[in-house]
């Protein structure tokens, strides 16, 4: 440790590139073994660790004094078109409120027919370089894999910051079956004083048990309770939203249909006149990525936190 270091408290900085950072945790929920998403307070304490061993300092004299969260979000009337997206959206607003992240939101526009997010990138590196400018942060802990902040990350360099750059590579097949593939941009990572490979630190065999790393996921056995009493996972992940709801059914009045279609961790049964919407975290005594189309569930109904039915307690039928 270097002597000067020793009392002087490290100042950092978290920017969450927000698309790219769910894009990672649903691989890891959906795709890796670990089957659980990303622990915001967790991954907080990575970065303080990885900051402390990268300046050579005290843990204790690493700490995060600024966290900022930029995403490109639907607007109200859109996602409330989408099951229950407004009240995941507002779970995960309460959860990175609880760790002190601000957020940072602008509509997704549709340009020729697809959604895109417009000017939230550009938006996250002047407000950085503003921040870093007036808060003089040590290290700016970037969470992205964007090759189009290099620019950002060249200024930040003149002013003396440091940057540290948590990267993920990793595959993953889509809903059609396609291959795909994720990486990291090397001229952003060449750029950086501090680049972290996390997919090598969370899989390599030596680290697989260490603390820091299992913290860096929610613990799925834990809930805690928030708000009107609904659970939500321990950690401050945010992976049991079809947990959050009132069943008002008789618990041994099960129905029985077939599923009508599958994403990423939740899809529909059949069940005039509308379809039931249900969450991988629903499910008895089966894995979501056993499931498909047209197999036979037994199910009861519960609402969701806008009293709208949905399928709770979902069994495969020949379980």
Not at 89 to 103: A, K, N, P, Q
Not at 237 to 255: M, Q, R
Request: net charge negative; with cysteine.
């Amino acid at each position: 440790m270097h002597p000067e270091k020793s009392t002087k408290l490290t100042r950092i900085a978290v920017i969450y590139d927000g698309n790219y950072f769910l894009h990672v945790s649903n691989y890891y929920n959906y795709s890796h073994e670990r089957r659980s998403r990303i622990s915001i307070s967790g991954l907080h304490e990575f970065i303080r660790a990885q900051v402390a061993q990268e300046e050579e300092t005290d843990f204790r004299l690493c700490q995060i004094v600024d966290a900022h969260y930029f995403r490109g979000r639907l607007n109200a009337h859109e996602a409330s078109q989408r099951g229950n997206q407004l009240f995941y959206d507002r779970l995960f607003d309460d959860i990175l409120m609880s760790e002190g992240v601000v957020t940072h939101y602008l509509p997704v526009k549709t340009f020729q027919g697809s959604r895109q997010e417009k000017g939230i990138d550009v938006w996250l590196a002047l407000e950085t370089f503003e921040l870093t400018i007036s808060k003089k942060f040590d290290v700016v802990v970037l969470i992205t894999a964007d090759g189009d902040y290099v620019p950002l990350i060249r200024k930040l360099n003149t002013l003396g910051t440091r940057l540290m750059v948590l990267s993920w590579d990793f595959e993953y097949y889509n809903d059609e079956g396609e291959k795909m593939v994720t990486r990291t941009s090397q001229d952003l990572l060449a750029e950086v004083s501090y680049p972290v490979a996390m997919h090598e630190m969370i899989d390599t065999r030596l680290r697989k048990n260490d603390p820091l790393i299992q913290n860096l996921f929610v613990k799925q056995s834990a809930r805690v309770l928030i708000g009107n009493g609904a659970p939500v996972p321990a950690g401050n992940g945010f992976d049991s939203y079809s947990d959050s709801v009132d069943d008002d059914s008789d618990p041994s009045e099960f129905k029985i249909s077939t599923i009508r279609s599958l994403k990423n961790g939740y899809g529909f049964i059949n069940y005039p006149p509308n379809n039931l919407f249900f969450h991988y975290t629903s499910l008895n005594d089966i894995d979501f990525n056993e499931l498909q189309v047209d197999d036979e569930v037994k199910f009861r109904i519960g609402k969701n936190a806008e009293s709208k039915d949905i399928a709770i307690d979902v069994h495969l039928e020949s379980n």
